[in-house]
């Protein structure tokens, strides 16, 4: 079956902290792997995407990372902000044909303590 | 260029009731996709449309119902609204059908009491 499992549930950290995210799935074909952000009441917002020959993608403060051998990315944030505090959703892709085939975790939610 | 576009934004419906959620895609992007997400929960798939056809089905009662039109808009459609039906729900726009980035629309909160 294919799953994703996000850990931890949810984070609390300081301003200015680092944190990371994790990411295991079971997904077969792999096809891509995002990690979206998602405000309370409102949308996912794409962060990145990789496919299985990257390993390492990064945006401003966030960097992906993909081990595809053993099934895991992480999600590493650095010198957090307030608006980061966000839900952090990992989402799977399985084959091209079609969103039917887009598997998505639970999610993370992290809060960012002044 | 205007993102994806849901209305309403938020909706109360009692039981039994219907309703339909409105979502217009990114301009060129062929096709639409419907989520469901309940409150501490990833999206859960629905529906895909592309040029006007159902290309793809979640697990969803036949209550649940989509269509898309000639400007590639869509409309979902819920009978008969259940309790747990209250989510938000998601439209998500693309330009394939295949597994190309899709951007979320702001959702639409709906409510069943």
């Known amino acids: 079956k294919n799953q994703v499992e996000q850990s931890p549930q949810s984070l609390i950290i300081l301003e200015g902290k680092n944190c990371t995210l994790q990411c295991n799935y079971t997904v077969s074909p792999f096809s891509n792997l995002r990690w979206y952000k998602q405000d309370t009441g409102r949308g996912p917002v794409s962060l990145t995407i990789m496919t299985f020959s990257e390993n390492t993608k990064s945006n401003g403060r966030y960097t992906a990372t993909l081990d595809a051998d053993t099934k895991q990315s992480s999600l590493h944030i650095t010198a957090s902000q307030l608006s980061d505090s966000a839900s952090y959703i990992c989402v799977v892709s399985a084959g091209y044909s079609s969103a039917s085939k887009i598997i998505f975790g639970s999610g993370t939610r992290l809060s960012i303590r002044p | 260029d205007a993102g994806v576009t849901q209305s309403p934004t938020h909706l109360i419906k009692t039981r039994g009731q219907h309703v339909t959620l409105r979502c217009s895609p990114i301009s060129g992007h062929k096709s639409v996709s419907w989520y469901q997400q309940v409150l501490g929960q990833g999206p859960q798939f629905i529906f895909q449309y592309y040029e006007k056809e159902e290309r793809g089905r979640g697990n969803f009662p036949d209550r649940f119902s989509a269509r898309q039109f000639p400007n590639y808009s869509s409309e979902l459609n819920v009978n008969a609204l259940l309790l747990g039906d209250s989510a938000l729900y998601l439209c998500?726009?693309?330009?394939?059908?295949?597994?190309?980035?899709?951007?979320f629309g702001q959702g639409t909160r709906l409510t069943v009491v």
């Open positions: 998500a726009s693309s330009l394939q059908v295949s597994n190309t980035e899709a951007f």
